[in-house]
Antibody, heavy 118, light 105 residues
Framework: QVHLVQSGAEVKKPGSSVKVSCKIS????????ATWVRQAPGQGLEWMGG????????KYAQNFQDRLTIITDESTNTAYMDLSSLRSDDTAVYYC???????????WGQGTLVTVSS | EIVLTQSPGTLSLFPGERVTLSCRAS?????LAWFQQRRGQPPRLLIY???SRATGIPDRFSGSGSGTDFTLTISRLEPEDVAVYYC????????FGQGTKLQIK
């Protein structure tokens, strides 16, 4: 069974960066892609970007093009999401999810709360 | 870019009732999934390809539809089904609907 464990909650200042990790067990990120989705307090789900396994390329939502980096480290079975130039409206729970060859989000991490506050 | 519109926004029913949730896409898609998100939990995949149940999902959950109109049906509502339900177009440019909140009377 695939299991994803994310790093702990973060509190950041506006203008800084945050890096959230997501470790997979039960399989590897070479089998799946890694996708990141966020959810602001009381709001819906927002796809941020991901590594598409069939293309082995990374795609980002237009809203995050200039400040989001997603990578996977296959030596440690860990995916990372790095978001820079943080603003207060980046306060959200950030989820990682595995992505199959069709782009379907199959397994999810527990979520990481990132709070951006001065 | 596809836009997904879910209805209703909120639904409140009695245990045992049949639940019907709607998702309408602005363009035709075959890559339509449904997720359940209970309070304080990550989303859980219920349905993919519009009508295929994910592993471990009870058979009271079913998906139907094609093209631009899709439906998630819960045949008999149970208390643990209280959640927000999201439809999603997946593939190279994923997008979520805004969600339907399901409550129990």
């Amino acid at each position: 069974q695939v299991h994803l464990v994310q790093s702990g909650a973060e509190v950041k200042k506006p203008g800084s960066s945050v890096k959230v990790s997501c470790k997979i067990s039960g399989d590897t990120f070479s089998s799946y892609g890694a996708t990141w989705v966020r959810q602001a307090p009381g709001q819906g789900l927002e796809w941020m970007g991901g590594i598409l396994p069939i293309f082995r390329t990374t795609k980002y939502a237009q809203n995050f093009q200039d400040r989001l980096t997603i990578i996977t480290d296959e030596s440690t079975n860990t995916a990372y999401m790095d978001l820079s130039s943080l603003r207060s409206d980046d306060t959200a729970v950030y989820y990682c999810a595995t992505t199959n060859l069709n782009g379907l989000l199959t397994f999810w991490g527990q979520g990481t709360l990132v709070t951006v506050s001065s | 870019e596809i836009v997904l519109t879910q209805s209703p926004g909120t639904l409140s029913l009695f245990p045992g009732e049949r639940v019907t949730l709607s998702c309408r896409a602005s363009q035709s898609t075959r890559s339509l999934a449904w997720f359940q998100q209970r309070r304080g939990q990550p989303p859980r995949l219920l349905i993919y390809g519009a009508s295929s149940r994910a592993t471990g999902i009870p058979d009271r959950f079913s998906g139907s539809g094609s093209g631009t109109d899709f439906t998630l049906t819960i045949s008999r509502l149970e208390p643990e089904d209280v959640a927000v339900y999201y439809c999603q177009h997946y593939g190279s440019s994923p997008i979520f609907g805004q969600g339907t909140k399901l409550q129990i009377k």
